[in-house]
């Protein structure tokens, strides 16, 4: 097979598996994945929008931004959040009844997997992984 066959049949990768310190840094690390949509207040009476005073310009606004807002799932990409795993740690541990189970420990950091779909988030997701991107031997859980 030529070496430009093979280049041509390079596969595109679609899936990430990446670990963050913690789950409180999926804000700032996952932020283009957050959206903040503008809302309009109407007056429950007359069904007219309200004028509200923006406390920092003193600019009069229709609109107020509401919270940030994680998006896990739209046409370009699907986010799931596994958080955190666990793996056992060698040790057999006996429940009350008499049932022997292996013994589970954390795994550090908050883990969350990405697929994308399209190449809208490409760059994005790439630059993540290059970051926080790790590569297990057996995903935990996988795409279906």
């Known amino acids: 097979m030529s070496e430009q066959l093979e280049l041509e049949m390079e596969i595109i990768k679609t899936d990430f598996y990446l670990k963050l310190a913690s789950e409180a840094d999926m804000e700032t690390v996952l932020h283009d994945f ?7 207040v109407f007056d429950e009476e007359t069904g007219e929008a309200i004028t509200v005073v923006d406390e920092e310009t003193g600019e009069e606004i229709t609109q107020i ?8 799932n739209t046409s370009d990409y699907t986010v799931d959040i596994v958080g955190t795993i666990q793996e056992p740690t060698g040790n057999t541990l006996t429940s009350d009844e008499g049932m022997e189970f292996p013994e589970m420990q954390e795994i550090d950091g908050w883990h969350v997997n990405i697929r994308l779909v399209g190449d809208a988030m490409r760059d994005i997701v790439e630059a993540l992984d ?12 996988v795409w279906l």
């Open 65 to 72: 931004e509401n919270e940030l807002c994680f998006v896990p």
């Open 34 to 40: 957050y959206k903040q949509e503008e809302i309009t």
């Open 130 to 141: 290059t970051l926080h991107g790790v590569t297990p031997e057996v995903p935990k859980r």
